[in-house]
C-alpha cells in the first residue's frame, strides 16, 4: 500500500519528517518496504499484513498515526449527504442473499459530464501508481485509496429495469468482465444484476455492458459490504485478483459504505458536473453490533509480562477508537467496525502492547521445565552423519521433487507408491522422490562435469510412499564417491574410492552404531548395480541397503568417465537393530596365539563361508578370524585364488601352547580341505 | 720390554685418533684386547719367558696398561656413536615443510551445520528436539493454527497440496506445535528444526524447499517479556555477543500477540550497511503468544497456560552469516561450494 504524505497531510496534521513516521509505523506492525522521495511529496510504501484491511488507506494509515502520537483526525467522516429539492429518484436496490452481501447502498447522481480529472486528482493517483482514466472512475478509485472502500460506478441508462441486486449467479449464468473476457459464473458466486443479467461479480470485478463510458450522464453508484471468504472463493475460481477483491477477502468496514457514497458523490457533484443527486438508498438487514470483549488486567499482566499499572490501557484504546468501559476485574471494550481483526481478549492485549511499544516490554529469561518429548533416533542421525563426515565425506542437501519415470532405474524397494504433487512447480518432477540414488548420481555428475576429480558424498534425507490411506516417510542414508579416496602423496600412492573403500566405510558405520549380524552378501540382481562389484546389506533375514559400483552399462548412459561406487541404506531398521545392551567385559589375563593358514581355493569361494565354516567349528578357544592376503597372479590357476588367513586363539584361564594352537589351526585347515578343497600351501 | 709396553702405548693412542666410525672402533679394539691374538694378550703370554722375579711387576704393569686401554676404548665407544648418531641425524633429516599425509575431509552441509547450531543454543537452556512429518493434514499446517478457511493468511504461503488437496507439503513447520501440544501435556519446551516447501519459483533468494526451526515454549505464567529474552539471548549465542533484537508487531494466524523480531546487523553493529541496507537490522523470525484458539485445538487450557513460539528460515540464517548470494548453490552441491564450510 503506498501512502503519499501530502495526501495524508489532508486527514491529519503531522509534524514528523517521513523517516520518523516510516521507522514509527515499523514499530506499529506497519512495515515500510520502501520510501520514495518526490519534489513535493514523499511515499511510503507500506507492507500491511493480511488482518489489517483497514490500513489499506489513507485514513487507516491516519488513524494509526493519530493514535500513535495524540493527534486527533482532521476529518473522522464525511458528512451525510442531502439529497435537496431536485433530488434525481433513488434507484432500486435489493438483497436475494444477505448471507454474502451484508450491506448495499446506492446513490444515483444525473447530468454527470466523463471527462478527465483535474490535474490534482489526476496528480494523487499518478503519485501512488493509479493510472488516471476518466473522472467518474478516477473519482471511486480516490475513494478507495482514501477511505478503503471499493465502489463501482455503472452507467445507469445500460441497467435494465434501472435496479440493482445482489444475489447469487444463476446456473450457466455468464458475464463479461470490465477486462473484456467472458466469464463462467457458479451458483456458489454472488453476483451484481440488473432487471436481466448479471452486470457485475460482487466485490471482484464490474461488467462491460454497463461500464461508464464517455457518452454517461446518468450514473449508479454501488457501495456495499461482500462477505469476505465468499469474495476470496469466487476471486480465486476465476482466477482475479483486484483492488476491490483484495479488500473484501480481508473484510471491508461495515460502516463505511453510505459515507464513501457521500463523499463520492460530493466530488462528481464538485468535479464530474452532476446536476442532481438521489437520496442515498442503503439496504442494511442486519446492523452491525461490536462485540463486546472483556479485557482482564490479570490477563494483560500475565501475557505481556508489564504491570498494568503503567499502562493507560483505556486511553491507548479509546485513541484506537475502541469504546471502553470500566469492570471490575478491567475493562468492558467494543471494536469499531473497521476493526475486523479484533474478536478476542488476546486481540485487545496485542493492541495495548503495540501502542505500548514492544521495544518497551522488558526482558526476562524464563527458566520453564520440559516435559520429555519422544523424537524417534534423533541421536542416531546425528551419530550416522558426523561419522561420515569424520570418514571424509561430504554431505549434500537434494531437492524431493523428481519425475518417476526417470529414476525407475535407480529405484531401489520403494515403500508403496510414489506421492504425486496435485500442483507442481515442474509440471515434469510431479513426485515426490522414494530414493536417494537418482539424486546422488546427480550430484555426483554434476562435480563430474564441473572437473572435480575426486569426490565422496552422502546425504541422510527421508523419502515419501504412499501407505494405504496415508504416508510414510521412511529416513535413509545415501553414499556415493569417484575419482581418489584420498589423493597420491609424495610418500605413498593415492587410494581410490572403490567397492572396498565405500564397503570399509558401511562396516565402520555399523561398527559405531553397535549393529550386530549386518551381512554382506553378492546382489547381481540389482539392475542398476555392476554385477559382481556389488552387495545386498543385510539384517535379520531383510535387506537393508547394499553397496556398489553404479553399473557401467547405466554410467556410460549417463556419461560418467569415471567408476562410480555408491551406497543406500534404509535408516530406521538399521537404528532398530542397535544393540543396547553394553556392559564392561573383563579383559583377556593371558596372551594370544595366532596361527596363519595359507591356501588356494576356487575364485567363486567368498571369504564370508570361509569365515563362517571356521566359526561353526564351534572351537572355543577361536577369537577372530582375519584375511591378511588375498592374491591371484600367474603361479595360480585362473579360476583359483590365494588367501592367507589368520587364526587367533585365546583361551581364558591359561596361555596356549603351541601344540594346543597347532592342533586347532588343523582342525580348521582341515575343514576347509574337505568343504572347499582348500589346496595349503 | 718394558719399552715394548710404552710403544704399544703410543700406538695405540695413535690408532684411536684415526677411528671414525664403529667398525673401525671394532677392530681396534679386537686388535688390543682380543683374548687370542690381542697384543696385550700377548704380552701377557710373554710372561713365562721372564725369570719368575720379574713376573708380577710385570703383570701388575700389562694389566694397568689394559685397564687404561679399556677406559680409553669405551670413553672411545662414546664419541664413536654419539658421531654415528649425529651422522645420523644429519642423513635422516626431513623436509618438515613437505605436506603431511592427508586425511580425507569431510563436511557438513552448511545449512545443516547452522541447524544443528540453533538446536545446541536452544538445547542448552532445555529444549528438547520434536518432529513432524513433512506431509501434513491442513488441520495441522492450517486450521489448528487458527488460519480459518479461505482466508488471505493462507496466501503468503503458497502451498504444494497431494492427493487431491486431502494431504499438502508442510509449509512452516509450525504444525509440529500442534503434533507436540497433542501429545504431551504442558509443560513444554521444544525446538522442532525440519524442511518445509512453498511453490516458490526458484531464484537467487528463493527455493521451493528450504529449512525452518520452530520454537514453542508452553506453562502457566509464560509472557512477552519471556519471549523477548529468550530470543535476546539466542541472538547473543547465534549472531553475537553484544547483539540486540527488536520486535515489531506483527501477524500471524497462531500467534497474538504477534512480532517479527529484528537482530542487529551482525555485520556493521547496527550502524547501517549493504547487507542490512541501512537499517541496522535484519529481520530474521516471527514470533508470539501461542493463540488461545491453538490452545484450544490441542486441548490445552487458555486460561491456565499461556506460551511463546517462533519460527526462522535456516538457509536464510546461513545464507547471511556466510555472505552466500544464491539459495540455489545450497543444492548443487559443488564441492568447492561445500569444500569452503569444513571448518565447524
Given at each position: 500500500?503506498?501512502?503519499?504524505?501530502?495526501?495524508?497531510?489532508d486527514?491529519?496534521?503531522?509534524?514528523?519528517?517521513?523517516?520518523?513516521?516510516?521507522?514509527?509505523?515499523s514499530?506499529?506492525?506497519?512495515?515500510?518496504?520502501?520510501?520514495?522521495?518526490?519534489?513535493?511529496?514523499?511515499?511510503?510504501?507500506?507492507?500491511?499484513?493480511?488482518?489489517?484491511p483497514?490500513?489499506?488507506?489513507?485514513?487507516?494509515?491516519?488513524?494509526?498515526?493519530?493514535?500513535?502520537?495524540?493527534?486527533?483526525?482532521?476529518?473522522?467522516?464525511?458528512a451525510?449527504?442531502?439529497?435537496?429539492?431536485?433530488?434525481?429518484?433513488?434507484?432500486?436496490i435489493?438483497?436475494?442473499?444477505?448471507?454474502?452481501?451484508?450491506?448495499?447502498?446506492?446513490?444515483?447522481?444525473?447530468?454527470?459530464?466523463v471527462?478527465?480529472?483535474?490535474?490534482?486528482l489526476?496528480?494523487?493517483?499518478?503519485?501512488?501508481?493509479?493510472?488516471?482514466?476518466n473522472?467518474l472512475?478516477?473519482?471511486?478509485?480516490?475513494?478507495?485509496?482514501?477511505?478503503?472502500?471499493?465502489?463501482?460506478?455503472?452507467?445507469?441508462?445500460?441497467?435494465?429495469?434501472?435496479?440493482?441486486?445482489?444475489?447469487?449467479?444463476?446456473?450457466?449464468?455468464?458475464?463479461?468482465?470490465?477486462?473484456?473476457?467472458?466469464?463462467?459464473?457458479?451458483?456458489?458466486?454472488?453476483?451484481?444484476?440488473?432487471?436481466?443479467?448479471?452486470?457485475?461479480?460482487?466485490?471482484?470485478?464490474?461488467?462491460?455492458?454497463?461500464?461508464?463510458?464517455?457518452?454517461?450522464?446518468?450514473?449508479?453508484?454501488?457501495?456495499?459490504?461482500?462477505?469476505?471468504?465468499?469474495?476470496?472463493?469466487t476471486?480465486?475460481?476465476?482466477?482475479m485478483?483486484?483492488e476491490?477483491?483484495?479488500?473484501?477477502?480481508?473484510?471491508?468496514?461495515?460502516?463505511?459504505?453510505?459515507?464513501?457514497?457521500?463523499?463520492?458523490?460530493?466530488?462528481?457533484?464538485?468535479?464530474?458536473?452532476?446536476?442532481?443527486?438521489?437520496p442515498?438508498?442503503?439496504?442494511?438487514?442486519r446492523?452491525?453490533?461490536?462485540?463486546?470483549?472483556a479485557?482482564?488486567?490479570?490477563?494483560?499482566?500475565?501475557?505481556?509480562?508489564?504491570?498494568?499499572?503503567?499502562?493507560?490501557?483505556?486511553?491507548?484504546?479509546?485513541?484506537?477508537?475502541?469504546?471502553?468501559?470500566?469492570?471490575?476485574?478491567?475493562?468492558?471494550?467494543?471494536?469499531?467496525?473497521?476493526?475486523?481483526?479484533?474478536?478476542?481478549?488476546?486481540?485487545?492485549?496485542?493492541?495495548?502492547?503495540?501502542?505500548?511499544?514492544y521495544d518497551?516490554?522488558?526482558?526476562?529469561?524464563?527458566?520453564?521445565?520440559?516435559?520429555?518429548?519422544?523424537?524417534?533416533f534423533?541421536?542416531?542421525?546425528?551419530?550416522?552423519?558426523?561419522?561420515?563426515?569424520?570418514?571424509?565425506?561430504?554431505?549434500i542437501?537434494?531437492?524431493?521433487?523428481?519425475?518417476?519415470?526417470?529414476?525407475?532405474a535407480?529405484?531401489?524397494?520403494?515403500?508403496?507408491?510414489?506421492?504425486?504433487?496435485?500442483?507442481?512447480?515442474?509440471?515434469?518432477?510431479?513426485?515426490?522422490?522414494?530414493?536417494?540414488l537418482?539424486?546422488?548420481?546427480?550430484?555426483?555428475k554434476?562435480?563430474?562435469?564441473?572437473?572435480?576429480?575426486?569426490?565422496r558424498?552422502?546425504?541422510?534425507?527421508?523419502?515419501?510412499?504412499?501407505?494405504?490411506?496415508?504416508?510414510?516417510?521412511?529416513?535413509?542414508l545415501?553414499?556415493?564417491?569417484?575419482?581418489?579416496?584420498?589423493?597420491?602423496?609424495?610418500?605413498?600412492?593415492?587410494?581410490?574410492?572403490?567397492?572396498?573403500?565405500?564397503?570399509?566405510?558401511?562396516?565402520?558405520?555399523?561398527?559405531?552404531?553397535?549393529?550386530p549380524?549386518?551381512?554382506?552378501?553378492?546382489?547381481?540382481?540389482?539392475?542398476?548395480?555392476?554385477?559382481?562389484?556389488?552387495a545386498w546389506?543385510?539384517?535379520?533375514?531383510?535387506?537393508?541397503?547394499?553397496?556398489?559400483q553404479?553399473?557401467?552399462?547405466?554410467?556410460?548412459?549417463?556419461?560418467?568417465?569415471?567408476?562410480?561406487?555408491?551406497?543406500?541404506?534404509?535408516?530406521?531398521?538399521?537404528?532398530?537393530?542397535?544393540?543396547?545392551?553394553?556392559?564392561?567385559?573383563?579383559l583377556p589375563?593371558?596372551?594370544?596365539?595366532?596361527?596363519?593358514?595359507s591356501?588356494?581355493?576356487?575364485?567363486g569361494?567368498?571369504?564370508?563361508t570361509?569365515?563362517?565354516?571356521?566359526?561353526?567349528?564351534?572351537?572355543?578357544?577361536?577369537?577372530?578370524?582375519?584375511?591378511?592376503?588375498?592374491?591371484?597372479?600367474?603361479?595360480?590357476?585362473?579360476d583359483?585364488?590365494?588367501?592367507?588367513?589368520?587364526?587367533?586363539?585365546?583361551?581364558?584361564e591359561?596361555?596356549?601352547?603351541?601344540?594346543?594352537?597347532?592342533?586347532?589351526?588343523?582342525?580348521?585347515?582341515?575343514?576347509?580341505?574337505?568343504?572347499?578343497?582348500?589346496?595349503?600351501r | 720390554?718394558?719399552d715394548?709396553?710404552?710403544?704399544i702405548?703410543?700406538?695405540?693412542?695413535?690408532?684411536?685418533?684415526?677411528?671414525?666410525?664403529?667398525?673401525?672402533?671394532?677392530?681396534?679394539r679386537?686388535?688390543?684386547?682380543?683374548?687370542?691374538?690381542?697384543?696385550?694378550?700377548?704380552?701377557?703370554?710373554?710372561?713365562?719367558?721372564?725369570?719368575?722375579?720379574?713376573?708380577?711387576?710385570?703383570?701388575?704393569?700389562v694389566?694397568?696398561?689394559?685397564?687404561?686401554?679399556?677406559?680409553?676404548?669405551?670413553?672411545?665407544?662414546?664419541?664413536?656413536?654419539?658421531?654415528?648418531?649425529?651422522?645420523?641425524?644429519?642423513?635422516?633429516?626431513?623436509?618438515?615443510?613437505?605436506?603431511?599425509?592427508?586425511?580425507?575431509?569431510?563436511?557438513?552441509?552448511p545449512?545443516?551445520?547452522?541447524?544443528?547450531?540453533?538446536?545446541?543454543?536452544?538445547?542448552?537452556?532445555?529444549?528438547?528436539?520434536?518432529?513432524?512429518?513433512?506431509?501434513?493434514?491442513?488441520?495441522?499446517?492450517?486450521?489448528?493454527?487458527?488460519?480459518?478457511?479461505?482466508?488471505?493468511a493462507?496466501?503468503?504461503?503458497?502451498?504444494?497440496?497431494?492427493?487431491?488437496?486431502?494431504?499438502?507439503?508442510?509449509?512452516?513447520?509450525?504444525?509440529?506445535?500442534?503434533?507436540?501440544?497433542?501429545?504431551?501435556?504442558?509443560?513444554?519446551?521444544?525446538?522442532?528444526?525440519?524442511?518445509?516447501?512453498?511453490?516458490d519459483?526458484?531464484?537467487?533468494?528463493h527455493?521451493?524447499?528450504?529449512?525452518?526451526?520452530?520454537?514453542?515454549?508452553?506453562?502457566?505464567?509464560?509472557s512477552?517479556?519471556?519471549?523477548?529474552?529468550?530470543?535476546?539471548?539466542?541472538?547473543?549465542?547465534?549472531?553475537?555477543?553484544?547483539?540486540?533484537?527488536?520486535l515489531?508487531p506483527?501477524?500471524?494466524?497462531?500467534?497474538?500477540?504477534?512480532?517479527?523480531?529484528?537482530?542487529?546487523?551482525?555485520?556493521?553493529?547496527?550502524?547501517?550497511c549493504?547487507?542490512?541496507?541501512?537499517?541496522?537490522?535484519?529481520?530474521?523470525?516471527g514470533?508470539?503468544?501461542?493463540?488461545?484458539?491453538?490452545?484450544?485445538?490441542?486441548?490445552?487450557?487458555?486460561?491456565?497456560?499461556?506460551?511463546f513460539?517462533?519460527?526462522?528460515?535456516?538457509?536464510?540464517?546461513?545464507?547471511?552469516?556466510?555472505?552466500?548470494?544464491?539459495?540455489?548453490?545450497f543444492?548443487e552441491?559443488?564441492?568447492?561450494?561445500?569444500?569452503?564450510?569444513?571448518?565447524?
Amino acid at each position: 500500500m503506498k501512502i503519499s504524505c501530502h495526501w495524508m497531510a489532508d486527514l491529519i496534521a503531522l509534524d514528523e519528517p517521513p523517516d520518523r513516521l516510516a521507522a514509527d509505523l515499523s514499530m506499529l506492525g506497519l512495515p515500510v518496504d520502501a520510501m520514495e522521495r518526490l519534489s513535493h511529496d514523499t511515499l511510503i510504501d507500506i507492507d500491511v499484513t493480511a488482518n489489517r484491511p483497514d490500513c489499506l488507506s489513507h485514513l487507516g494509515i491516519a488513524r494509526e498515526l493519530s493514535a500513535l502520537y495524540h493527534e486527533p483526525l482532521r476529518r473522522r467522516a464525511p458528512a451525510a449527504l442531502d439529497a435537496g429539492r431536485d433530488a434525481a429518484p433513488a434507484p432500486a436496490i435489493t438483497i436475494e442473499d444477505p448471507d454474502l452481501c451484508a450491506r448495499f447502498c446506492g446513490v444515483r447522481i444525473t447530468g454527470v459530464r466523463v471527462a478527465p480529472s483535474p490535474c490534482w486528482l489526476q496528480e494523487r493517483l499518478l503519485a501512488v501508481g493509479q493510472r488516471p482514466i476518466n473522472n467518474l472512475v478516477d473519482i471511486t478509485n480516490y475513494i478507495l485509496l482514501e477511505l478503503g472502500h471499493p465502489l463501482h460506478a455503472y452507467d445507469f441508462s445500460k441497467l435494465t429495469g434501472g435496479c440493482l441486486v445482489a444475489r447469487r449467479a444463476r446456473p450457466g449464468e455468464t458475464v463479461q468482465t470490465l477486462d473484456g473476457r467472458i466469464r463462467a459464473l457458479a451458483p456458489d458466486m454472488l453476483v451484481i444484476a440488473d432487471a436481466a443479467r448479471a452486470v457485475g461479480i460482487a466485490g471482484v470485478m464490474g461488467g462491460a455492458e454497463s461500464e461508464v463510458a464517455d457518452t454517461t450522464t446518468d450514473v449508479l453508484l454501488e457501495s456495499a459490504w461482500f462477505q469476505p471468504a465468499s469474495v476470496r472463493r469466487t476471486a480465486r475460481a476465476l482466477e482475479m485478483r483486484t483492488e476491490a477483491s483484495y479488500r473484501f477477502e480481508r473484510g471491508a468496514d461495515l460502516e463505511m459504505p453510505p459515507r464513501a457514497l457521500w463523499r463520492a458523490a460530493r466530488l462528481i457533484l464538485e468535479l464530474a458536473g452532476g446536476e442532481a443527486v438521489s437520496p442515498v438508498v442503503d439496504v442494511y438487514p442486519r446492523p452491525w453490533a461490536p462485540p463486546e470483549i472483556a479485557l482482564r488486567r490479570e490477563r494483560v499482566e500475565r501475557l505481556v509480562g508489564v504491570p498494568v499499572a503503567g499502562l493507560p490501557v483505556e486511553a491507548m484504546l479509546r485513541r484506537l477508537g475502541f469504546q471502553v468501559e470500566a469492570a471490575p476485574d478491567g475493562w468492558r471494550v467494543r471494536p469499531p467496525a473497521h476493526r475486523v481483526d479484533v474478536g478476542l481478549e488476546v486481540d485487545l492485549i496485542e493492541e495495548v502492547a503495540r501502542l505500548h511499544g514492544y521495544d518497551r516490554i522488558p526482558s526476562t529469561l524464563p527458566l520453564h521445565p520440559s516435559r520429555p518429548v519422544s523424537r524417534q533416533f534423533a541421536g542416531e542421525k546425528a551419530a550416522v552423519r558426523q561419522f561420515l563426515k569424520e570418514c571424509g565425506l561430504q554431505e549434500i542437501l537434494t531437492p524431493n521433487f523428481t519425475d518417476v519415470q526417470r529414476d525407475a532405474a535407480l529405484l531401489w524397494a520403494p515403500a508403496g507408491e510414489p506421492v504425486r504433487v496435485d500442483n507442481p512447480l515442474d509440471e515434469g518432477e510431479p513426485f515426490l522422490r522414494q530414493g536417494l540414488l537418482p539424486a546422488m548420481v546427480a550430484a555426483l555428475k554434476l562435480n563430474e562435469n564441473n572437473y572435480n576429480p575426486d569426490v565422496r558424498l552422502f546425504e541422510v534425507a527421508s523419502v515419501y510412499d504412499r501407505c494405504g490411506d496415508g504416508h510414510v516417510e521412511p529416513v535413509r542414508l545415501a553414499i556415493g564417491a569417484y575419482g581418489q579416496w584420498l589423493p597420491a602423496h609424495w610418500s605413498a600412492a593415492g587410494i581410490p574410492a572403490d567397492f572396498a573403500r565405500i564397503k570399509g566405510v558401511v562396516e565402520g558405520l555399523v561398527d559405531r552404531l553397535n549393529v550386530p549380524a549386518v551381512v554382506f552378501d553378492e546382489a547381481d540382481d540389482a539392475p542398476f548395480l555392476q554385477p559382481g562389484a556389488a552387495a545386498w546389506i543385510r539384517l535379520g533375514g531383510g535387506i537393508i541397503g547394499y553397496i556398489g559400483q553404479l553399473n557401467e552399462l547405466l554410467a556410460q548412459k549417463l556419461k560418467f568417465r569415471r567408476k562410480v561406487f555408491v551406497a543406500e541404506l534404509l535408516f530406521e531398521p538399521l537404528a532398530a537393530g542397535i544393540d543396547r545392551s553394553f556392559a564392561f567385559r573383563a579383559l583377556p589375563r593371558f596372551p594370544f596365539v595366532d596361527r596363519d593358514m595359507s591356501f588356494v581355493v576356487d575364485i567363486g569361494v567368498s571369504f564370508s563361508t570361509i569365515k563362517t565354516s571356521v566359526i561353526e567349528l564351534k572351537m572355543p578357544e577361536l577369537a577372530e578370524v582375519k584375511l591378511v592376503d588375498l592374491y591371484r597372479g600367474d603361479d595360480i590357476p585362473p579360476d583359483r585364488k590365494a588367501m592367507n588367513v589368520r587364526l587367533v586363539f585365546q583361551h581364558p584361564e591359561r596361555t596356549l601352547t603351541d601344540e594346543e594352537a597347532d592342533r586347532l589351526r588343523e582342525r580348521a585347515a582341515a575343514s576347509l580341505r574337505k568343504r572347499f578343497q582348500a589346496q595349503f600351501r | 720390554m718394558r719399552d715394548d709396553l710404552a710403544r704399544i702405548m703410543e700406538g695405540f693412542e695413535a690408532e684411536c685418533r684415526e677411528v671414525r666410525d664403529e667398525p673401525a672402533y671394532g677392530l681396534l679394539r679386537e686388535r688390543y684386547l682380543s683374548r687370542e691374538k690381542g697384543l696385550l694378550t700377548l704380552q701377557l703370554k710373554r710372561l713365562r719367558d721372564l725369570p719368575p722375579a720379574e713376573r708380577p711387576a710385570f703383570g701388575q704393569e700389562v694389566n694397568r696398561l689394559k685397564a687404561a686401554i679399556e677406559t680409553r676404548l669405551d670413553e672411545l665407544a662414546g664419541q664413536v656413536r654419539l658421531a654415528a648418531y649425529q651422522d645420523r641425524l644429519e642423513k635422516e633429516r626431513l623436509d618438515v615443510t613437505l605436506p603431511g599425509f592427508p586425511v580425507a575431509r569431510g563436511t557438513l552441509h552448511p545449512v545443516k551445520q547452522v541447524e544443528a547450531e540453533i538446536c545446541g543454543i536452544f538445547q542448552r537452556m532445555g529444549y528438547a528436539i520434536a518432529e513432524g512429518p513433512e506431509i501434513e493434514t491442513d488441520f495441522f499446517n492450517f486450521g489448528a493454527l487458527n488460519f480459518p478457511p479461505d482466508h488471505p493468511a493462507r496466501d503468503a504461503q503458497d502451498t504444494f497440496f497431494i492427493g487431491d488437496g486431502s494431504f499438502l507439503l508442510r509449509t512452516h513447520t509450525s504444525p509440529v506445535q500442534i503434533r507436540t501440544m497433542q501429545a504431551v501435556a504442558p509443560p513444554l519446551k521444544v525446538i522442532a528444526p525440519g524442511k518445509v516447501y512453498r511453490k516458490d519459483t526458484p531464484d537467487a533468494t528463493h527455493f521451493p524447499i528450504f529449512h525452518q526451526i520452530e520454537g514453542l515454549v508452553v506453562d502457566e505464567g509464560v509472557s512477552l517479556a519471556d519471549l523477548k529474552g529468550t530470543l535476546e539471548h539466542f541472538a547473543r549465542e547465534c549472531f553475537a555477543a553484544d547483539a540486540r533484537i527488536r520486535l515489531r508487531p506483527s501477524f500471524f494466524p497462531f500467534v497474538e500477540p504477534g512480532a517479527e523480531v529484528d537482530v542487529s546487523c551482525f555485520f556493521c553493529g547496527g550502524r547501517g550497511c549493504r547487507i542490512c541496507k541501512g537499517s541496522g537490522w535484519i529481520e530474521i523470525l516471527g514470533a508470539g503468544m501461542v493463540h488461545p484458539n491453538v490452545f484450544d485445538a490441542c486441548g490445552i487450557d487458555s486460561e491456565r497456560y499461556t506460551g511463546f513460539a517462533f519460527g526462522m528460515g535456516i538457509d536464510r540464517v546461513a545464507i547471511l552469516r556466510y555472505g552466500v548470494p544464491d539459495i540455489r548453490m545450497f543444492w548443487e552441491n559443488d564441492v568447492r561450494f561445500l569444500n569452503q564450510f569444513h571448518r565447524f
